[in-house]
Protein backbone atom coordinates (compact mmCIF):
# COMPACT_ATOMS: atom_id res chain seq x y z
CA UNK A 1 0.00 0.00 0.00
CA UNK A 2 1.20 3.26 -0.82
CA UNK A 3 -0.32 6.55 0.07
CA UNK A 4 1.76 10.06 0.10
CA UNK A 5 1.21 13.87 1.20
CA UNK A 6 2.38 15.40 -2.53
CA UNK A 7 6.21 12.82 -2.45
CA UNK A 8 6.51 13.01 1.44
CA UNK A 9 5.20 10.41 4.46
CA UNK A 10 5.61 10.53 8.13
CA UNK A 11 6.92 8.43 10.47
CA UNK A 12 3.50 7.11 11.48
CA UNK A 13 2.84 5.91 7.54
CA UNK A 14 5.59 4.30 7.10
CA UNK A 15 5.36 1.81 9.99
CA UNK A 16 1.60 1.77 8.75
CA UNK A 17 3.01 1.12 5.20
CA UNK A 18 5.94 -1.15 5.70
CA UNK A 19 3.83 -3.60 7.97
CA UNK A 20 1.14 -3.83 5.04
CA UNK A 21 4.09 -4.22 2.70
CA UNK A 22 4.60 -7.94 4.11
CA UNK A 23 4.01 -9.74 1.06
CA UNK A 24 4.11 -13.73 0.67
CA UNK A 25 6.75 -15.22 -1.23
CA UNK A 26 4.48 -15.57 -3.98
CA UNK A 27 4.60 -11.94 -4.96
CA UNK A 28 8.31 -11.48 -4.53
CA UNK A 29 8.48 -14.80 -7.12
CA UNK A 30 6.04 -13.47 -9.72
CA UNK A 31 7.70 -10.23 -10.12
CA UNK A 32 11.48 -11.87 -10.21
CA UNK A 33 9.96 -14.36 -12.84
CA UNK A 34 8.71 -11.38 -15.14
CA UNK A 35 11.72 -9.26 -14.66
CA UNK A 36 13.57 -12.42 -15.66
CA UNK A 37 11.81 -13.00 -18.35
CA UNK A 38 11.90 -9.24 -19.57
CA UNK A 39 15.23 -8.63 -19.32
CA UNK A 40 17.41 -12.19 -18.88
CA UNK A 41 19.12 -13.72 -16.01
CA UNK A 42 21.96 -11.70 -15.45
CA UNK A 43 21.31 -9.30 -12.58
CA UNK A 44 24.24 -6.97 -13.62
CA UNK A 45 22.65 -6.82 -17.17
CA UNK A 46 18.88 -6.31 -15.73
CA UNK A 47 18.62 -3.69 -13.58
CA UNK A 48 14.70 -4.56 -12.59
CA UNK A 49 15.62 -7.88 -11.73
CA UNK A 50 18.83 -6.95 -9.50
CA UNK A 51 15.86 -4.79 -7.42
CA UNK A 52 13.43 -7.77 -7.65
CA UNK A 53 16.00 -10.08 -5.90
CA UNK A 54 17.84 -7.29 -3.68
CA UNK A 55 13.75 -6.93 -2.40
CA UNK A 56 13.19 -10.78 -1.65
CA UNK A 57 16.82 -10.98 -0.27
CA UNK A 58 15.77 -8.45 2.33
CA UNK A 59 12.62 -9.95 3.11
CA UNK A 60 14.18 -13.37 4.09
CA UNK A 61 13.60 -15.35 1.01
CA UNK A 62 16.04 -18.34 0.40
CA UNK A 63 18.33 -18.12 -2.33
CA UNK A 64 17.26 -21.25 -3.61
CA UNK A 65 13.60 -19.61 -4.33
CA UNK A 66 15.21 -16.87 -5.95
CA UNK A 67 17.62 -18.91 -8.45
CA UNK A 68 14.42 -20.72 -9.36
CA UNK A 69 12.44 -18.14 -10.14
CA UNK A 70 15.29 -16.58 -11.87
CA UNK A 71 15.79 -19.72 -14.06
CA UNK A 72 12.15 -20.38 -14.79
CA UNK A 73 11.23 -16.55 -15.73
CA UNK A 74 14.06 -17.17 -18.35
CA UNK A 75 13.32 -19.82 -19.42
CA UNK A 76 15.83 -22.22 -18.42
CA UNK A 77 13.74 -24.10 -16.08
CA UNK A 78 9.83 -25.40 -16.62
CA UNK A 79 6.71 -24.37 -14.88
CA UNK A 80 6.89 -20.33 -15.54
CA UNK A 81 3.48 -19.03 -15.73
CA UNK A 82 2.57 -16.44 -18.48
CA UNK A 83 2.39 -13.20 -16.11
CA UNK A 84 0.78 -10.31 -17.20
CA UNK A 85 0.28 -6.80 -15.65
CA UNK A 86 -3.07 -5.31 -15.76
CA UNK A 87 -3.93 -1.89 -13.79
CA UNK A 88 -7.63 -2.02 -12.30
CA UNK A 89 -8.52 1.61 -10.88
CA UNK A 90 -11.73 2.60 -8.73
CA UNK A 91 -12.56 4.63 -5.76
CA UNK A 92 -12.11 4.03 -1.02
CA UNK A 93 -14.37 5.89 1.18
CA UNK A 94 -14.01 9.76 1.28
CA UNK A 95 -13.16 9.84 -2.68
CA UNK A 96 -9.84 8.62 -1.92
CA UNK A 97 -8.25 7.66 -5.48
CA UNK A 98 -7.19 3.58 -5.79
CA UNK A 99 -5.02 2.03 -8.33
CA UNK A 100 -4.64 -1.50 -8.37
CA UNK A 101 -1.57 -3.42 -9.85
CA UNK A 102 -2.39 -6.90 -10.83
CA UNK A 103 0.21 -9.69 -12.02
CA UNK A 104 -2.12 -12.55 -13.53
CA UNK A 105 -2.12 -15.40 -15.02
CA UNK A 106 -5.86 -15.70 -15.49
CA UNK A 107 -7.16 -12.04 -16.35
CA UNK A 108 -10.92 -13.37 -15.49
CA UNK A 109 -10.43 -14.43 -12.42
CA UNK A 110 -8.06 -10.87 -11.28
CA UNK A 111 -10.77 -9.19 -12.40
CA UNK A 112 -13.88 -10.69 -11.01
CA UNK A 113 -11.69 -11.03 -7.28
CA UNK A 114 -10.67 -7.10 -7.55
CA UNK A 115 -14.37 -6.38 -7.89
CA UNK A 116 -15.71 -8.46 -4.82
CA UNK A 117 -13.16 -7.14 -2.53
CA UNK A 118 -13.53 -3.68 -3.75
CA UNK A 119 -17.43 -3.32 -3.70
CA UNK A 120 -17.77 -5.62 -0.73
CA UNK A 121 -15.28 -3.13 1.17
CA UNK A 122 -17.08 0.25 0.65
CA UNK A 123 -14.95 1.14 -2.50
CA UNK A 124 -16.11 0.95 -6.05
CA UNK A 125 -14.95 0.25 -9.34
CA UNK A 126 -13.75 2.92 -12.20
CA UNK A 127 -13.17 2.65 -15.80
CA UNK A 128 -10.05 2.46 -17.15
CA UNK A 129 -8.41 6.18 -16.83
CA UNK A 130 -10.77 7.75 -14.15
CA UNK A 131 -8.33 7.81 -11.48
CA UNK A 132 -5.13 7.39 -13.41
CA UNK A 133 -4.34 10.50 -14.10
CA UNK A 134 -3.94 11.59 -10.80
CA UNK A 135 -0.91 9.70 -10.45
CA UNK A 136 2.45 9.95 -12.13
CA UNK A 137 5.16 6.66 -12.49
CA UNK A 138 8.35 7.60 -9.92
CA UNK A 139 11.27 5.81 -8.91
CA UNK A 140 11.57 5.58 -5.26
CA UNK A 141 14.19 4.15 -3.28
CA UNK A 142 14.12 3.57 0.58
CA UNK A 143 17.57 4.35 3.19
CA UNK A 144 17.92 3.52 6.31
CA UNK A 145 19.08 5.88 8.57
CA UNK A 146 22.22 4.96 10.59
CA UNK A 147 25.62 6.55 11.77
CA UNK A 148 27.05 8.41 8.65
CA UNK A 149 23.89 8.72 6.21
CA UNK A 150 22.56 12.03 6.55
CA UNK A 151 20.35 13.97 4.29
CA UNK A 152 23.25 16.53 3.01
CA UNK A 153 25.24 12.85 2.06
CA UNK A 154 22.30 11.20 0.27
CA UNK A 155 21.80 14.70 -1.45
CA UNK A 156 25.37 14.92 -2.27
CA UNK A 157 25.16 11.83 -3.81
CA UNK A 158 22.16 11.64 -6.24
CA UNK A 159 21.57 15.09 -6.99
CA UNK A 160 23.28 14.82 -10.20
CA UNK A 161 21.78 11.62 -11.33
CA UNK A 162 18.46 13.02 -11.11
CA UNK A 163 16.76 12.62 -7.73
CA UNK A 164 13.80 15.42 -7.58
CA UNK A 165 13.17 14.70 -3.93
CA UNK A 166 14.90 13.68 -0.42
CA UNK A 167 12.23 13.33 2.06
CA UNK A 168 12.63 12.35 5.68
CA UNK A 169 10.69 9.43 7.04
CA UNK A 170 11.48 9.26 10.79
CA UNK A 171 13.70 6.07 10.41
CA UNK A 172 14.15 6.40 7.01
CA UNK A 173 15.12 8.60 4.44
CA UNK A 174 12.99 8.62 0.87
CA UNK A 175 14.32 9.37 -2.64
CA UNK A 176 12.07 10.07 -5.35
CA UNK A 177 12.99 10.88 -9.31
CA UNK A 178 11.73 9.39 -12.52
CA UNK A 179 11.36 6.12 -13.09
CA UNK A 180 13.96 6.41 -15.81
CA UNK A 181 16.43 7.40 -13.14
CA UNK A 182 15.82 4.95 -10.37
CA UNK A 183 18.86 2.68 -11.61
CA UNK A 184 21.04 5.94 -11.73
CA UNK A 185 19.80 6.62 -8.52
CA UNK A 186 20.56 3.50 -7.34
CA UNK A 187 23.71 2.77 -8.72
CA UNK A 188 24.92 6.53 -7.32
CA UNK A 189 24.09 5.82 -3.73
CA UNK A 190 25.67 2.54 -4.00
CA UNK A 191 28.96 4.60 -5.30
CA UNK A 192 29.51 6.36 -2.13
CA UNK A 193 29.09 3.62 0.40
CA UNK A 194 25.31 4.11 0.88
CA UNK A 195 23.23 0.56 1.24
CA UNK A 196 19.64 1.24 0.42
CA UNK A 197 16.13 -0.82 1.73
CA UNK A 198 14.29 -0.79 -1.60
CA UNK A 199 14.68 0.31 -4.97
CA UNK A 200 11.31 0.25 -7.09
CA UNK A 201 9.20 2.23 -9.26
CA UNK A 202 5.52 3.38 -7.83
CA UNK A 203 2.77 5.38 -8.48
CA UNK A 204 2.76 8.71 -6.42
CA UNK A 205 -0.14 11.01 -6.33
CA UNK A 206 -0.19 14.64 -7.75
CA UNK A 207 -2.59 15.65 -5.00
CA UNK A 208 -3.93 14.15 -1.52
CA UNK A 209 -6.60 13.68 -0.06
CA UNK A 210 -6.73 14.19 4.06
CA UNK A 211 -8.57 11.58 6.33
CA UNK A 212 -10.25 11.71 9.34
CA UNK A 213 -9.93 8.59 11.62
CA UNK A 214 -12.97 6.88 10.48
CA UNK A 215 -12.62 7.30 6.76
CA UNK A 216 -8.55 6.24 7.50
CA UNK A 217 -9.71 3.30 9.32
CA UNK A 218 -11.92 2.17 6.33
CA UNK A 219 -9.72 3.15 3.59
CA UNK A 220 -7.06 0.38 5.39
CA UNK A 221 -9.63 -2.16 5.52
CA UNK A 222 -10.69 -2.13 1.94
CA UNK A 223 -6.53 -2.21 1.01
CA UNK A 224 -6.29 -4.96 3.46
CA UNK A 225 -8.64 -6.50 1.58
CA UNK A 226 -7.39 -6.04 -2.02
CA UNK A 227 -3.60 -7.02 -1.01
CA UNK A 228 -5.04 -10.41 0.45
CA UNK A 229 -5.59 -11.54 -3.42
CA UNK A 230 -3.05 -13.68 -4.90
CA UNK A 231 -2.98 -11.45 -7.99
CA UNK A 232 -2.19 -8.18 -6.45
CA UNK A 233 1.19 -7.27 -6.52
CA UNK A 234 0.09 -3.25 -5.24
CA UNK A 235 -2.03 -1.24 -4.17
CA UNK A 236 -1.90 2.61 -4.37
CA UNK A 237 -3.90 5.52 -3.11
CA UNK A 238 -4.27 9.38 -2.75
CA UNK A 239 -4.95 9.82 0.78
CA UNK A 240 -3.14 11.77 3.39
CA UNK A 241 -3.56 10.75 6.92
CA UNK A 242 -2.24 13.08 9.69
CA UNK A 243 0.08 12.40 12.75
CA UNK A 244 -2.97 12.94 15.05
CA UNK A 245 -4.82 10.76 13.30
CA UNK A 246 -2.73 7.89 12.37
CA UNK A 247 -1.78 8.19 16.27
CA UNK A 248 -5.17 7.11 17.39
CA UNK A 249 -5.40 4.59 15.08
CA UNK A 250 -2.32 2.79 16.03
Given at each position: ????????T????????????????????????????????????????????????????????????????????????????????????????????C????????????????????????????????????????V???????????????????????????????????????????????????D????????????S???????A??????ID??????????????????????????
Amino acid sequence: MSGHSKWATTKHKKAILDSRRAKSFTKFIKAIEVAARAGGPDLAGNPTLYDAVQKAKKNSMPADNIDRAIKRGAGLEAGVADWQTIMYEGYGPGGVAILIECLTDNRNRAASEVRVAVTRNGGTMGDPGSVSYLFSRKGVVIVKKIVGVTEDKILDAVLEAGAQEVNDLGESFEVVCEATDLVAVRSALQSVGIDYESAETSFLPSMSIPLDGEQAGKVFQLIDAIEELDDVQNVYGNFDISDEVMASLD
